[in-house]
T-cell receptor, first 111, second 114 residues
Framework: QKEVEQDPGPLSVPEGAIVSLNCTYS??????FMWYRQYSRKGPELLMY????GNKEDGRFTAQVDKSSKYISLFIRDSQPSDSATYLC???????????FGKGNQVVVIP | KAGVTQTPRYLIKTRGQQVTLSCSPI?????VSWYQQTPGQGLQFLFE???????NKGNFPGRFSGRQFSNSRSEMNVSTLELGDSALYLC?????????????FGEGSWLTVV
């Protein structure tokens, strides 16, 4: 079983829709949770960073962490064509900078 | 503030050759990590350096090695290249590397092995 599971299936949504992405993990030692956005042929760009259970909002983006269920989510409201990218969840343990990544979700927002 | 800089961006090598990739972290960042990204395996951790010392190592063969200089710049080397080493190699930097740091990635070096 991989440490981090992210269903890599592509996701196509119409402009303005809500995009919902999620990851599950098996290692309860993970304390820090991140979402990265990666455009084609570019490096990952940090979108959201959380370290506790609950919600964190930043503009159109909301990250949720449920440590009891080992489940994290990212919601994108009012999606735009510029949101078309691959979204990667990542997490790390306390005292350790090594990131474990999900496989990524390719999101396409159709105008 | 300049981001993480990686060179070269693109390169093509032949099987059996070796390659060296370079990374300049964000100014003031002392932790540098390297990742390999492939379509099949996704992003996999290679190793992390902090203050010129390798602090963490992923599950890669010894052909993959790295080092960090006193100015925090880092290089990684892959010897005896195999076709399967074709990938995007990403460098990431953070302040202290103690976990909980914000980790920033460079644009990556695209390596093609033919």
């Amino acid at each position: 079983q991989k440490e981090v599971e992210q269903d890599p299936g592509p996701l196509s949504v119409p402009e303005g829709a809500i995009v919902s992405l999620n990851c599950t993990y098996s290692n309860s030692a993970f304390q820090y949770f991140m979402w990265y956005r990666q455009y084609s042929r570019k490096g990952p760009e940090l979108l959201m960073y959380t370290y506790s259970s609950g919600n964190k909002e930043d503009g159109r983006f909301t990250a949720q962490v449920d440590k009891s269920s080992k489940y994290i989510s990212l919601f994108i409201r009012d999606s735009q064509p510029s949101d078309s990218a691959t979204y990667l969840c990542a997490m790390s343990r306390y005292g350790n900078n090594r990131l474990a990544f999900g496989k990524g979700n390719q999101v396409v927002v159709i105008p | 503030k300049a981001g993480v800089t990686q060179t070269p961006r693109y390169l093509i090598k032949t099987r059996g050759q070796q390659v060296t990739l370079s990374c300049s972290p964000i100014s003031g960042h002392r932790s540098v990590s390297w990742y390999q990204q492939t379509p099949g395996q996704g992003l996999q951790f290679l190793f992390e350096y902090f203050s010129e010392t390798q602090r963490n190592k992923g599950n890669f063969p010894g052909r993959f090695s790295g080092r960090q200089f006193s100015n925090s710049r880092s290089e990684m080397n892959v010897s005896t290249l195999e076709l399967g080493d074709s990938a995007l190699y990403l460098c990431a930097s953070s302040l202290q590397g103690r976990g909980g740091d914000t980790i920033y990635f460079g644009e990556g070096s695209w390596l093609t092995v033919v």
